[in-house]
Every structure is written in structure tokens, then in C-alpha cells.
């Protein structure tokens, strides 16, 4: 219920900010347009947290700037390369392994890293993107490995799996200490 009031919130405030119109014929069509997509996502089973990702709001947030600096560095990299007499690509492709779990994650990091110039991801798996790049060098999988991480940070909630604990030494049972003496 509390993911269909977040949608219901969402829409009716995207609705306004894109209609800002305030007469009543506009405002009675808004609220029907909004009831029946809450009536749809309902009966679809859309109303669950990657549906309605409101408690991630101020993740995404963080994350684009980080993304907006990482378009702008491509982008230079990719017009410096157009500009020279010699086009100095080096196409190929990679698969780069991903930390992110929920598949709200995994979009943001295949999406981010398909707005970035001079790559796409050509394909999500489970634990894995098949990405193309115009410059073998900047396309290697360590390279993608910040995105990986912020993106798993803004979709999942954490930046990467957290790792086991150590185990403790554990002692050996008596009969094989008196063995060993």
C-alpha cells in the first residue's frame, strides 16, 4: 500500500510539473489518467520497491553527478579522437562482471554506461554486461568498475558484497592432538 501512495505521490506531482495547468477540465483528466495507471500497476503486480524505487531518491541523486562528469570526460575523449586526420579507434568488445543484484541496479549501470560516448552494453546477464568501446584501452573492465560500484550504491543500497567473515581457528578435537604428539 505504501509503495502505491509513493506511485500515486509521483505521478500526480509529475503530472503537474509537466501539465502546469491548474484548470479543472486538465486537473479531472490528470486525476483520471493517474487512477487508472494506479489500477493497472496494481493488477499487474508493479507495486513492489524496484516498481516504486522512492527510498533510493537520494542515492540517484548523488549518483548523477558522478555520471553527468563521466559523459562530460567521454565526450572529450571521443571529439578528440573524431577531430584527428587519423581516426585512432580501436573497437572491442568486453564483458565486465557487475556487483549489482536487483535488476533496478543493473539498468542503472547498463544505462549509464550506454549514455557514457564511445560505449553501449550490448548485453545484461546475471553477474555480467557485454559492452562494446571505441578504445580498446578505455574499455577494459577495470575500467567500469567505479561505475559498477556507485551504480550498485544508487540501485541496491550498497557498493559491493560484503565479504565473508574470516573463520576462526577452530581446535583440533582431542584424539587427533594426542595423535599427533
Sequence with gaps: MLYVLGL????????LGMSGLFEPVVLSLGAISIVITLILSVRLGLKDREASPYHRIVAFILYTPYLIS?????NF???KAVLKPDLDIHPTLVKVKTTCRSDLA???FANSITLTPGTVTVRV?????LVHGLFEDGAQPEAFE??????SLAGDGR???KPAPKAKPTEAPASETEATS
Design 159 to 161: 557498493s559491493k558484497s
Design 8 to 15: 500515486a505521490t509521483a505521478l500526480t506531482l509529475l503530472w
Design 70 to 74: 563521466e559523459i562530460i570526460k567521454a
Design 106 to 108: 543493473k539498468v542503472i
Design 77 to 79: 575523449t571521443v571529439i
Design 146 to 151: 567505479d561505475m559498477d560500484r556507485r551504480a
Design 125 to 129: 546477464d546475471d553477474d555480467s554486461m
